[in-house]
């Protein structure tokens, strides 16, 4: 009878409930609603949907992501070797090949000039770093902090593993992957508060044909250029542009097919998961996660208000020739930022047909982050 007892009492206090603290249930709260929007909303389910579930695998049983001598079975965790492909900077970087593997940049060929645009836009990730500053981080964390303003998960992830704040990895990568959910949401109200009625409804010409040659030299050139100037945004300008050369080289189609669909569903899976399992209650529900959040936000607005009022800037420069919705697009977020530029300008004007002007921003965009990220980790050594 007193081995019947003490194996029911084993068994009772091995279960979650007596594992798990108030901050636990919060968390868990929280990766329901971010499962609710990404199944019922649809707000980019193939990021939010793994991202959330690992949230709550890791709230829990919080030693699914530890390692061997921090976890009470002593064995590693299943997501802590997910979690070091993140630390090690390979998934960010392999995300960066199905980008390029699935991304058209012949509209920032076309348009060189979309190059502004999507520089202008990384002006919210300089306006984080001060901030970040200001309110109390290190000048290594605030960096890392400050890439959320590009919309660019990857990169985040890559900084914040390259500067070695692992702890701040969690709370920077769920904020950036968040707004990049959101960039429906939050970047309308910015765009229509800058614009006139009259600029939205701007029609842009139609964008010249590039030719094949263009396209395949595309991604040479700028790995020579950018690499050789900046040596570090080799992992993640380097991948984006190997994918973009498999699918403009036509000579690779199965290397184009497997790292646009297979090999990025996995890597997705992968990264998502881990980033979710970052945000144990411990790590998550404190003082500098909200200070994350609110920064990931400010950075964010600035950018889209910033590639906002260039494109202002450019539109009066050229006569009324370019809209400046396209500069809202020149955050990373691919191609989310250019179908909001689409659907603000049709809601204008349903005949108006931006998406493709506003894929050169958003293309210069995703380069522009990357080397935002660079300049940093240039200045710092890395």
Partial sequence: MDYIVNTLDNLIHQSAFFNLEVGNYIMIAVACVFLYLAIRKEY?????????????????YPDIILSAAESSSGTDGLLYFFYKLDEWSI????????????????????NPKSFILGAAAQFGIYIAYFLAIFMGFNDKAAAAISIIGGADGPTSIFLAGKLKQTELMGPIAVAAYSYMSLVPIIQPPIMKLLTTEKERKIKMEQLRPVSKLEKI?????VTIVVVLILPTTAPLVGMLMLGNLFRESGVVKQLTETASNALMYIVVILLGTSVGATTSAEAFLNL??????????????FGTAAGVIIGKVMCKLTGGKINPLIGSA??????????????VGAEADPTNFLLMHAMGPNVAGVIGTAVAAGTFMAIFGI
């Fill in 217 to 221: 030299l595309f991604p040479i050139v």
């Fill in 44 to 60: 980019e389910p193939l990021l939010l949907v793994p991202i959330a579930f690992g949230m709550l695998l890791v709230n829990l």
């Fill in 330 to 343: 020149g955050v990373s977020a691919v191609p989310m930022a250019a179908r909001v530029s689409q659907k």
């Fill in 91 to 110: 998934l960010p970087s392999l995300i960066f090949l199905g980008v390029g593997a699935m991304t058209d940049f012949g509209p920032l060929i076309a």
């Fill in 288 to 301: 500098d996660t909200i200070k994350i959040v609110i920064l990931g936000l400010v950075a964010f607005a």
